[in-house]
């Protein structure tokens, strides 16, 4: 039986407060915070040395607050459909993506640059153990794509075919990593 002065928390929310009266089946009370309520006696439990007394059982407060909060709804990520396909690493090979400035570097020098970039970055994805990677070579006179085509065909655990032509044009590779099981 609750009295005027009794520490309480209320029962369906994250509310603790002391009994200011009572009048009928009626409980006013003062919240931690300074606003008056008025409750129910069944909304409302007890706090007595870090006991929750409630119908003659007892249980930790703590443990009626991690019960409590235990019930929270969780929620999932929802992926687009649009977004489940999505390359997760796409590696631009234009060379002014690749150094600041490309003035004075031969056709060789900066196929070699594109090429090596394209190596480093296909071994990182293989030991990140990432799916899918796009390359992006643009379409100029092919040679890239050939250069690409043709490192690609050494692996034995890689698939490679065009990319998605409405998002890249003719202009990508996307490569598929066969994971081990």
């Not at 293989?126 to 799916?131: A, G, P, S, V, Y």
Request: proline share 3%.
């Amino acid at each position: 039986m609750l009295k005027p002065g009794d520490k309480i928390a209320v029962i369906d929310d994250n509310m603790e407060g002391r009994v200011v009266s009572i009048s009928g089946g009626l409980i006013n009370i003062e919240t931690d915070e300074g606003f008056l309520l008025e409750f129910e006696e069944r909304e409302l439990v007890k706090i007595d040395s870090q006991q929750i007394s409630f119908r003659d059982n007892f249980m930790p407060y703590s443990e009626v607050i991690r019960e409590k909060e235990g019930f929270k709804k969780k929620k999932s990520q929802r992926v687009k459909p649009k977004d489940r396909n999505a390359p997760p690493l796409e590696v631009d090979l234009h060379i002014e993506k690749l150094v600041n400035s490309f003035r004075g570097m031969t056709s060789f020098e900066i196929l070699n640059l594109q090429m090596e970039t394209a190596k480093r970055q296909l071994e990182f994805a293989m030991q990140k153990r990432i799916q899918k990677v796009v390359f992006i070579h643009g379409v100029g006179e092919g040679v890239l794509k050939a250069e690409l085509d043709f490192m690609f065909g050494r692996y034995d655990k890689i698939n490679f075919y065009d990319a998605d032509y409405a998002k890249y044009g003719s202009g990508a590779t996307e490569v598929y990593i066969l994971q081990n099981a």
